[in-house]
Structures are given as structure tokens and as C-alpha cells.
């Protein structure tokens, strides 16, 4: 039999600018963006560790984070 010790998953996500609106707007839009993803992490106990965090030249965000996977310990995967 095998049981989950620890896990954690690791996502580079890309909060990308919307195409339909003004440039400055869209590039609030996706601070605000980053800003409620943290917050939900926060909200919801979700163990997580931001490996990077890059503004791209069209003010898009490029994250790299490793976070708890459901609800699996996450072992020393975060230290």
C-alpha cells in the first residue's frame, strides 16, 4: 500500500493583457489580477512559495510558483 508523504506542484502561469481595452487599463487589470490570485491562495490556507515573479514588456505577469497540492502536506518542498 502507498500513502502521499508530501506533494506540491509546481505552475508558471502567465496573467496575460486583455486585447479589447486600452493598454494602461489592461495592464491594471492584470496588477489586480496577481493581486486577488494571491489573495485567494491566502484566503483558501493553500501553503505556497513564489519562485519568481516577472513583468514582461507588454506588462503581462509571468509567475513561477510551487504550491500545496490539494490538501497534501507539503513536506519540506517549500523550505
Known amino acids: 500500500m ?9 505552475q ?4 496575460m493583457l486583455k486585447e479589447d481595452i ?16 494571491k489573495n485567494g491562495l491566502d484566503k483558501t490556507g493553500t501553503k505556497y512559495k513564489i519562485l519568481s515573479e516577472k513583468i514582461q514588456e507588454d506588462g503581462s505577469v509571468m509567475m513561477e510558483i ?10 519540506n518542498y517549500l523550505d
Open 2 to 10: 502507498k500513502r502521499v508523504k508530501a506533494a506540491c506542484i509546481t
Open 12 to 15: 508558471t502561469l502567465h496573467f
Open 22 to 37: 486600452g493598454r494602461e487599463y489592461a495592464k491594471q487589470l492584470v496588477q489586480e489580477e496577481v493581486k486577488k490570485y
Open 66 to 75: 510551487k504550491k500545496q497540492y490539494s490538501t497534501s502536506p507539503v513536506g
